[in-house]
Each structure stands twice: as structure tokens, then as C-alpha cells.
């Protein structure tokens, strides 16, 4: 698939990935030159690894795998939700704990100061691997691609009116 250009093909390849105000992201690439598209394409898939708030799946799921668990995340859920716990404030942890992660790799990309080395995200050409584009900016953007739309806070404080 060629990687879209124009501000039209920019704005649909915007909408299917989910982010708000598709248009404002394909006219800041058109007319900026901010390489938007892979800033929004791996925000998008960073976002799809951190637990949703509505979905404690992944505990029971974690539970199910102890036996073959390496570190041990299944004994600790057991003894958290048998001290009274809910499931709900437990993955709020875990989501919040998840997003300063992202927040914090994003940060990273773009400053690496008292690092021996430098690093940095690319678009790269799916022909030969080779860099086009830096994503730059990553950290800008992490709270308002939240796919939850809830730009890092809470469905329960948004709903209590915090």
C-alpha cells in the first residue's frame, strides 16, 4: 500500500486509525511537514498494549497463566484482590502505570541527554528498510491519541466530574 500524501488521503488514513480531529492532523503534515502519519501510527498501536480501563480480562487472564507465569504476576493478583481489592481500581493502576510508561518512551525519543548514544524513531521505506522520515514529537501526542478518549485520566473521575 503507497503511504498516503495528499490532505484527502492523509484525513481517511487519520480517520481509520482512530484519532480525533483527523482533518487537523492531515493539514499539519500537508502544510508543516510533520511527519503526523507515523507519529499517529505508532501511538495507536502503543495504545492498543495498554489495558483498557473497561477491561479486567487480563487479570483473570494472568491468574489462568500462573503456573507458567516468570515473574510471579498471578500469585501477586491472587494476594491484591484476597486483601479486598476491586478489579476496577486494579487496572486503573495498571493502565495508569502503562500510560506514564508510553509517556516516558515518548520522552525518551526525543531526548536523550546524558546518553552515550542517540537514538530516534523512523518512518522507514517498506522496500528497503531504509529511514524517510523521523517521527519527531512522539511525547505531544500520547494523551490526545488515548483511544479511551480520556487523555490519561479516568472514565470514574470523568463520570464523579473530576
Known amino acids: 500500500m503507497a503511504r498516503p500524501h495528499t490532505f484527502e488521503e492523509l484525513a481517511r488514513a487519520f480517520k481509520q486509525l482512530g484519532v480525533p480531529e483527523p482533518e487537523s492532523w492531515a493539514s499539519s503534515e500537508v502544510k508543516e511537514g510533520i511527519n503526523q502519519l507515523g507519529r499517529a501510527a505508532f501511538l495507536t498501536a502503543a495504545w492498543r498494549q495498554i489495558?483498557?480501563?473497561?477491561?479486567?480480562?487480563?487479570i483473570d487472564q494472568a491468574l489462568v497463566a500462573d503456573s507458567h507465569d516468570t515473574y510471579g504476576?498471578?500469585?501477586?493478583?491472587?494476594?491484591?484482590?484476597?486483601a479486598g481489592v476491586d478489579k476496577s481500581d486494579l487496572t486503573f493502576v495498571v493502565r495508569a502505570m502503562q500510560h506514564e510508561l508510553l509517556a516516558g518512551i515518548a520522552?525518551?525519543?526525543d531526548d536523550q541527554r546524558n546518553l552515550p548514544v542517540t537514538f530516534a524513531l523512523f518512518e522507514i521505506d517498506p522496500e528497503?528498510?531504509?529511514?524517510?522520515s523521523e517521527i519527531a514529537g512522539v511525547?505531544?501526542?500520547?494523551l490526545e491519541t488515548d483511544p479511551e478518549g480520556i487523555e490519561g485520566g479516568s472514565i470514574r473521575g470523568r463520570a464523579a466530574g473530576e
Open 139 to 142: 511525547h505531544e501526542s500520547t
Open 51 to 58: 489495558v483498557s480501563e473497561r477491561d479486567h480480562s487480563w
Open 107 to 109: 520522552y525518551l525519543l
Open 128 to 132: 528497503t528498510r531504509c529511514p524517510v
Open 73 to 82: 504476576l498471578g500469585q501477586s493478583l491472587r494476594r491484591i484482590l484476597n
